[in-house]
């Protein structure tokens, strides 16, 4: 008997991997507060302690994965009587991580293996970097086929953002072209996420409009233009709101740092 699965291209190419490691903790050792530019993952083997994100503390103990996102300012401890011991990957990955690691602390069956495979990277020299991209694959696949179907509406969402925010598009539209209602779709996209559509559409843009000044040496109009803002004023708003700087002074920082 033969059988043929269909399976859904979603193009996925989002996943490189940056470092691994693991560590068996002397007591109450601690790492931070700080900030990396790229995911984090670290599974406790044994022991416990706790992780600090967001203003909150999380007791994390054995089985659990705790989540360090880009750029989120967090601080871990070991326990000072049962001190744990951790499996940590690094990757760095632009859309696909934000909506599949959307909690702090997760438990996921199976894990535990999968990260303990992953010690065996340290025999390898050249396939090192695919076999840990396999194994992060791995593990996303457990969490995708652990929830329901709601998610896809946000997959949907994402891309469409991502492929339109220079057109102009707003969160009406984008519920609209799901068939959703805009408040419900909200609720969906936060509960994902953890932000607002209309805040993740307005920073992708705002990213996108820096990098074409920093990057690409486009002027401040240019840059609102490309990204789907047409009124300048309300640009340079929500761009010094994100930076802290008009663009203008954005990018005199950015050239100045790079002299």
């Given at each position: 008997?033969?059988?043929?699965?269909?399976?859904?291209?979603?193009?996925?190419?989002?996943?490189?991997?940056?470092?691994?490691?693991?560590?068996?903790?002397?007591?109450?050792?601690?790492?931070?507060?700080?900030?990396?530019?790229?995911?984090?993952?670290?599974?406790?083997?044994?022991?416990?302690?706790?992780?600090?994100?967001?203003?909150?503390v999380y007791n994390v103990g054995a089985g659990?994965?705790?989540?360090?996102?880009?750029?989120?300012?967090?601080?871990?401890?070991?326990?000072?009587?049962?001190?744990?011991?951790?499996?940590?990957?690094?990757?760095?990955?632009?859309?696909?991580?934000?909506?599949?690691?959307?909690?702090?602390?997760?438990?996921?069956?199976?894990?535990?293996?999968?990260?303990?495979?992953?010690?065996?990277?340290?025999?390898?020299?050249?396939?090192?970097?695919?076999?840990?991209?396999?194994?992060?694959?791995?593990?996303?696949?457990?969490?995708?086929?652990?929830?329901?179907?709601?998610?896809?509406?946000?997959?949907?969402?994402?891309?469409?953002?991502?492929?339109?925010?220079?057109?102009?598009?707003?969160?009406?539209?984008?519920?609209?072209?799901?068939?959703?209602?805009?408040?419900?779709?909200s609720v969906l996209f936060k509960k994902r996420?953890?932000?607002?559509?209309?805040?993740?559409?307005?920073?992708?843009?705002?990213?996108?409009?820096?990098?074409?000044?920093?990057?690409?040496?486009?002027?401040?109009?240019?840059?609102?233009?490309?990204?789907?803002?047409?009124?300048?004023?309300?640009?340079?708003?929500?761009?010094?709101?994100?930076?802290?700087?008009?663009?203008?002074?954005?990018?005199?920082?950015?050239?100045?740092?790079?002299?």
């Open positions: 008997m033969s059988v043929t699965e269909i399976v859904i291209n979603k193009n996925y190419c989002d996943v490189s991997p940056m470092e691994f490691g693991y560590e068996a903790c002397l007591p109450s050792h601690y790492f931070g507060p700080v900030v990396r530019g790229y995911w984090l993952l670290h599974y406790v083997v044994s022991g416990k302690g706790i992780f600090k994100r967001d203003g909150k659990q994965i705790f989540v360090i996102s880009p750029y989120a300012e967090t601080y871990y401890q070991a326990d000072e009587n049962d001190p744990w011991e951790y499996i940590w990957i690094g990757f760095d990955s632009e859309t696909l991580a934000g909506t599949v690691f959307t909690e702090h602390v997760m438990t996921v069956a199976g894990a535990g293996k999968i990260f303990r495979d992953m010690k065996r990277c340290s025999e390898m020299d050249n396939g090192r970097s695919p076999f840990l991209c396999a194994k992060i694959w791995e593990l996303i696949s457990l969490i995708l086929d652990g929830t329901d179907n709601l998610p896809d509406h946000i997959d949907k969402a994402l891309n469409y953002i991502h492929t339109d925010y220079a057109n102009g598009i707003t969160v009406t539209s984008v519920a609209e072209r799901l068939n959703l209602d805009r408040t419900y779709f996420l953890g932000i607002s559509p209309i805040k993740y559409l307005s920073d992708l843009r705002i990213e996108k409009a820096a990098e074409l000044i920093v990057k690409h040496g486009m002027s401040a109009t240019t840059a609102a233009l490309s990204v789907g803002y047409f009124d300048y004023c309300h640009f340079s708003r929500a761009f010094k709101k994100k930076y802290g700087k008009s663009p203008k002074e954005y990018s005199k920082c950015y050239n100045n740092d790079r002299k």
